[in-house]
C-alpha cells in the first residue's frame, strides 16, 4: 500500500499545476507517495497539463469529472481513487504551501486521526478573512471543534476518516467537524499560507450562505443521524405546547368573558401550531421506523475503534 495519497481538486488553475507537483514531489522526497489531481469542471488547459504530468511522472495520477460538481465531489472522487495509508488534502493555487506536509504527517504520528492546518498569517484581503474569522466562531460553538480554521484545504488523516465522513454538497469545509462527531481524534497545527500569485478566488460571498445551511446539515447528521425522532419531536413539541398555550387561554376567553373566540385569527394560530406539533412528532416516529429498518449491523462496527479478539 502506498504511504500518502496526496488529493487535490482543481478548476482551471492550469498556471499552477506543474508547479505545485514539483513542490510536492521536493515535500515528500523519500515517501512512497501518489499526487491525485481532480479536474472539477475545468474550461482551460488544466487537463491537458494534468495528463502530461500523469503521463511524465509515475507519481502522478488524474481524474476528471463531468462537469463541475463541487470541491466536496471532487474530494471524494480522489478518496475513492486513492491507495495510501494517509490522505493530505490541499487547494491547487499554491496558497496551501506543500513543505508543510511533512509537519502535519508527523503530527498524526502523535496519535491523532486527523489533523487541520490554521493559516497562522492569512494572506487574502480583509473582506474574505473577517467573514471567516466570524464564520469560524459560529461553526466552532454549534460543532463543539472550536478550529481557528475550519475551512483551511490543507489537512492530514487516516485514509479510513475520509471514507467514513460524508463527503457532497460544501461539507468539505466540515470534514474535521464530522470527523470529531464520529470520535476520531482532531487537531490543528499552524500552516504558512501564500499569497495567491495565479488566477481568482473561485469563491465569493454565497460562499458563506452555503456554508451557514450546511453547518444545520452537519448539525442534523451528527447530533441526530441516528436518533431522528429527537430533532423532529423535539421541534414537534414547541410546536405543539405553544397550540396548546395559545388554545388554552382562548379556553378561558371563551369559559370566563362573553367576548367570541371563533372568529379570533389567534384560534386559528393555536389549531395550526398544534396540527403541525403532531406532524412533526409523527414524522420524526417515521424516520425511526425507517432507520431501523435500514440500520446494518456493520454500521455500528464501523463506529468501533479498537478489540481485544478477532471476533
Not at 93 to 120: F, I, N, Y
Not at 136 to 164: F, M, Q, S
Not at 252 to 269: H, K, Q, S, Y
Request: charged residues 25%.
Amino acid at each position: 500500500m502506498t504511504e500518502v495519497s496526496v488529493l487535490v481538486p482543481a478548476k482551471d488553475e492550469e498556471a499552477t499545476l506543474t508547479a505545485l507537483a514539483d513542490e510536492v514531489a521536493a515535500a515528500l522526497h523519500g515517501v512512497d507517495y501518489e499526487l491525485i489531481f481532480v479536474d472539477d469542471g475545468s474550461t482551460d488547459g488544466s487537463w491537458k497539463i494534468m495528463c502530461e504530468l500523469a503521463a511524465t511522472r509515475p507519481a502522478v495520477r488524474a481524474v476528471r469529472m463531468r462537469r463541475n460538481f463541487g470541491k466536496a465531489a471532487a474530494l471524494a472522487a480522489a478518496v475513492s481513487e486513492a491507495r495510501g495509508r494517509r490522505v493530505v488534502t490541499m487547494d491547487a493555487d499554491l496558497q496551501d504551501d506543500p513543505a508543510e506536509v511533512p509537519r502535519l504527517l508527523a503530527e498524526l504520528d502523535t496519535g491523532v486521526d486527523l489533523v487541520s492546518g490554521h493559516k497562522v498569517d492569512r494572506k487574502d484581503p480583509l473582506s474574505k478573512r473577517l467573514p471567516s474569522k466570524v464564520f469560524n466562531k459560529v461553526a466552532g460553538v454549534i460543532t463543539g471543534l472550536p478550529l481557528k480554521d475550519h475551512n483551511c484545504g490543507l489537512k492530514a488523516a487516516d485514509t479510513e476518516v475520509y471514507r467514513r465522513v460524508p463527503l457532497y454538497g460544501e461539507l468539505h469545509r466540515y470534514i474535521p467537524a464530522l470527523a470529531h462527531q464520529q470520535g476520531y481524534k482532531v487537531s490543528e497545527l499552524g500552516v504558512n499560507h501564500r499569497a495567491r500569485a495565479h488566477g481568482v478566488s473561485k469563491y465569493g460571498l454565497e460562499r458563506y450562505v452555503r456554508g451557514a445551511i450546511d453547518l444545520m446539515t452537519v448539525v442534523t447528521i451528527t447530533k441526530y443521524g441516528r436518533r431522528p425522532a429527537h430533532l423532529f419531536g423535539g421541534i414537534g413539541f414547541l410546536f405543539g405546547a405553544a397550540g396548546f398555550l395559545v388554545l388554552l387561554y382562548l379556553t378561558g376567553v371563551w369559559l370566563f368573558t362573553a367576548d367570541p373566540i371563533g372568529t379570533r385569527p389567534l384560534l386559528n394560530l393555536g389549531v395550526l401550531l398544534v396540527i403541525l406539533g403532531v406532524q412533526m412528532v409523527s414524522f420524526g416516529l417515521i424516520a425511526e421506523i425507517l432507520l431501523h429498518r435500514t440500520a446494518r449491523r456493520d454500521e455500528v462496527r464501523e463506529l468501533v475503534s479498537e478489540r481485544t479478539d478477532s471476533r
